[in-house]
Nanobody, 132 residues
Framework: QVRLVESGGGSVQAGGSLRLSCAAS????????MAWFRQAPGKEREGVAT????????????YYSDSVKGRFTISQDNAKNTLYLQMNSLKPEDTAMYYC?????????????????????RGQGTQVTVSS
């Protein structure tokens, strides 16, 4: 059974940093795309970062939404089966519930795995609140 568990959310002031973690269990595919999504109250869920992962070599190409490019970094640790999202220079508009998601690789670029429906598995989320 695949399980994704997010942690690391919290409340910070604008300009601060947080690192989110997503511990994956039961998900062992040779290649996959993993991503972080977020959903603010009253808004649609949006993808913020995606990474291509090869089981034998680790993380590869990454992609970011324009709203977080240059501030957020997605990475993963194969040995720990954990996905990360380092968030720097946080803004109040980054306030949202953040979710990780995993997809078995079906070809093409992970950049095209843009929607929640493209992913097979999702976590329950961790709340990030940024105050001004």
């Amino acid at each position: 059974q695949v399980r994704l568990v997010e942690s690391g959310g919290g409340s910070v002031q604008a300009g601060g940093s947080l690192r989110l973690s997503c511990a994956a269990s039961g998900f062992t595919y040779s290649r996959s795309c993993m991503a972080w999504f977020r959903q603010a109250p009253g808004k649609e869920r949006e993808g913020v970062a995606t990474i291509y992962i090869a089981y034998n070599t680790g993380g590869g190409t990454t992609y970011y939404s324009d709203s977080v490019k240059g501030r957020f970094t997605i990475s993963q640790d194969n040995a720990k089966n954990t996905l990360y999202l380092q968030m720097n220079s946080l803004k109040p508009e980054d306030t949202a519930m953040y979710y990780c998601a995993a997809a078995t690789y079906r070809g093409g670029s992970c950049r095209n795995y843009r929607y929640e429906a493209d992913y097979n598995y999702r976590g329950q989320g961790t709340q990030v609140t940024v105050s001004s």
